[in-house]
Nanobody, 119 residues
Framework: QVTLVDSGGGLVQPGGSLRLSCAASGSILGFNYMGWYRQAPEKERELVASFTGGSSRNYADSVKGRFTISRDNAKNTLYLQMNSLKPEDTAVYYC?????????????WGKGTLVTVSS
């Protein structure tokens, strides 16, 4: 069983930056998929950015050019660098990792880290 621990959230002014981290309790090399999701108050959880197959990156249109997803396999950690933050980026951000096989899918979530963008 793998545990994911999200961290790095906080209060930042519009235009500022934050870097989120997701530390896994074991190796992340076995995950087919890793990503960051967010959920704003009274809204559904949405995909922000993801790695598929270890190297293919995907971003939500709303964050393209501002956010960058990266990973450090040696540290078993996933990152989300967030620049030019906007008030609408305010949400709880969750790390997700999946191991997908033809038999089943193992789905892991962090507990979330709150990002508040406000002046």
């Amino acid at each position: 069983q793998v545990t994911l621990v999200d961290s790095g959230g906080g209060l930042v002014q519009p235009g500022g930056s934050l870097r989120l981290s997701c530390a896994a309790s074991g190796s992340i090399l076995g995950f087919n998929y890793m990503g960051w999701y967010r959920q704003a108050p009274e809204k559904e959880r949405e995909l922000v950015a993801s790695f598929t197959g270890g190297s293919s990156r995907n971003y939500a249109d709303s964050v393209k050019g501002r956010f960058t997803i990266s990973r450090d396999n040696a540290k078993n950690t996933l990152y989300l660098q967030m620049n030019s933050l906007k008030p609408e980026d305010t949400a709880v951000y969750y790390c997700n990792a999946k191991t997908i096989t033809i038999i089943n899918t193992m789905d892991y979530w962090g507990k979330g880290t709150l990002v508040t963008v406000s002046s």
